[in-house]
């Protein structure tokens, strides 16, 4: 999971992420990495529209949102 994070950071990457919150729910949120720090992530969360801190061993999965660029002809 780490290397994924990693790697979306590195491409400055949007990723749908499924992540366990501390009162055990599970939640989607969309997020960009900012920066790795030991066993857990800074990101910014879509979903509450803030600068948050994920543990990395409460991601459950990652998803890269791939966009496909919009041309007029």
């Not at 790697?7 to 400055?12: G, I, L």
């Not at 879509?46 to 660029?69: D, E, M, Q, Y």
Request: net charge positive; with cysteine; hydrophobic share 45%.
């Amino acid at each position: 999971m780490r290397e994924q994070l990693i790697k979306a950071m590195q491409r400055s990457q949007l990723v749908n992420m499924m992540y366990i919150a501390k009162d055990g729910s599970v939640t989607k949120r969309r997020v960009k990495v900012i920066k790795m720090v030991g066993d857990s992530f800074q990101a910014f969360c879509f979903t509450r529209h803030a600068r948050r801190t994920f543990l990395i061993s409460n991601v459950l999965a990652i998803i890269p949102i791939v966009s496909k660029g919009r041309e007029v002809i």
